[in-house]
């Protein structure tokens, strides 16, 4: 079955710090990717996604590259703030719309000024 | 436009008492999906809905789960005999139509505790 599995937290930071949250997936066919993020006492939103290979979401200066050599869609961001403190998902769906979300654990990131 | 919207946001009860949740749906979103979160657990999915067709119950952890959703838009997860393992915050989330790409809307959740 399809699976994601994300680096485990939790991770802290410096303000500026670079990031990397590493996000691995098992799929049958070509499932979209899509990083989730859970800001405290708030629901989750979408952050980024990308629906085929090669393909790079972006948002708020985070980035993932959708690789389909390496079945990742690693998230990255050149210089987290404070405010980027949050819970971040990883998650698949399958292209043809049958599954609903597959999710990775979470991984809670903590950003110090 | 409104969200998702959920109710109740807490709810308390004790071991043995049936729960009804609620989750209203962004308008015109055909796909409604039920998850639950839970410490340690991350996210499961647990049942969704796509216009008329059979839900997929695949991810109800037991027969005391169930969801209905009425007139295409308004879904109720009901919990029967409650216990203490079942204590997670419910999501729901709902998106244009089951598809891939298409993004998911999730509600602000419910958190449910069983005392």
């Known amino acids: 079955g399809n699976s994601v599995t994300q680096m485990e937290g939790p991770v802290t930071l410096s303000e500026e710090a670079f990031l990397t949250i590493n996000c691995t997936y098992t799929?049958?066919?070509?499932?979209?990717l899509f990083w989730y993020v859970q800001y405290p006492g708030e629901g989750l939103q979408l952050l980024l996604k990308?629906?085929?290979?090669?393909d790079k979401g972006s948002n708020k200066g985070f980035e993932a590259t959708y690789r389909k050599e390496t079945t990742s869609f690693h998230l990255e961001k050149g210089s987290v703030q404070v405010s980027d403190s949050a819970v971040y998902f990883c998650?698949?769906?399958?292209?043809?719309?049958?599954?609903?979300?597959?999710f990775g654990k979470g991984t809670r990131l903590s950003v110090i000024a | 436009g409104a969200g998702v919207s959920q109710s109740p946001s807490n709810k308390v009860t004790e071991k043995g008492k049936d729960v009804e949740l609620r989750c209203d749906p962004i308008?015109?979103?055909?796909?409604l999906y039920w998850y639950r979160q839970s410490l340690g657990q991350g996210l499961e999915f647990l049942i969704y809905?796509?216009?008329?067709?059979?839900?997929?119950k695949s991810g109800l952890p037991s027969d005391r789960f169930s969801a209905e959703r009425t007139g295409g838009s308004v879904s109720t997860l009901t919990i029967q005999r409650t216990q203490q393992e079942d204590s997670a915050v419910y999501l729901c989330?709902?998106?244009?139509?089951?598809?891939?790409?298409?993004?998911?809307?999730f509600g602000p959740g419910t958190r449910l505790t069983v005392t």
């Open positions: 989330a709902s998106s244009l139509r089951l598809a891939g790409g298409q993004e998911q809307y």
């Open positions: 990308a629906t085929k290979a090669d």
């Open positions: 799929a049958t066919g070509y499932p979209s």
């Open positions: 998650a698949l769906s399958d292209y043809s719309g049958n599954t609903p979300l597959v």
């Open positions: 809905f796509q216009g008329n067709s059979a839900p997929d």
């Open positions: 308008s015109g979103h055909t796909a």
